[in-house]
């Protein structure tokens, strides 16, 4: 084991690249590498996503949603098909700030909209949604 220094700012970041809040620094890099050798292979990999702005308040969620990243040639394709969100970016951070925007929209759309006016599945997605944000953060 050896100290390295770390920026905030890269802390930070590696803070939300953190699969479970338990793992280390090392093991976040050291997965960074891994995919960082072999880019030919075009390893997916997955962005525990754990906060979200709602009416502008950040908000833990509950449980973190996983979002999955593939890449296609020059663009990171991030997606959950559970919350139904996608996005294209040309870069992950860029992704990211897309995805939390989506998030919020559908926020929006399926759990602040009239819910006589949602289908049986735009029910079942607003339920979901409704169960990972804490209730308090809901308005």
Do not use: C
């Not at 969620?61 to 559970?82: A, G, M, Q, S, T």
């Amino acid at each position: 084991m050896t100290s390295i220094k770390i920026a905030s700012s890269v802390k930070n970041q590696l803070n939300h690249l953190k699969l479970h809040p338990r793992e280390t620094y090392s093991d976040i890099i050291g997965r960074l590498a891994e995919f960082g050798t072999h880019p030919q292979q075009q390893i997916p990999f997955i962005i525990p996503l754990m906060h979200v702005k709602i009416n502008q308040k950040i908000i833990e969620l509950k449980k973190p949603v996983e979002i999955n990243v593939e890449i296609d040639e020059d663009e990171y394709i991030l997606f959950n098909n559970e919350y139904r969100l996608l996005v294209v970016a040309s870069n992950v951070y860029d992704g990211m700030k897309n995805i939390l925007d989506e998030f919020e929209e559908n926020w929006k759309d399926f759990v602040l909209g009239d819910e006589n006016t949602l289908g049986r599945d735009a029910l079942e997605l607003r339920e979901k949604y409704g169960s990972i944000v804490p209730s308090e953060s809901s308005s």
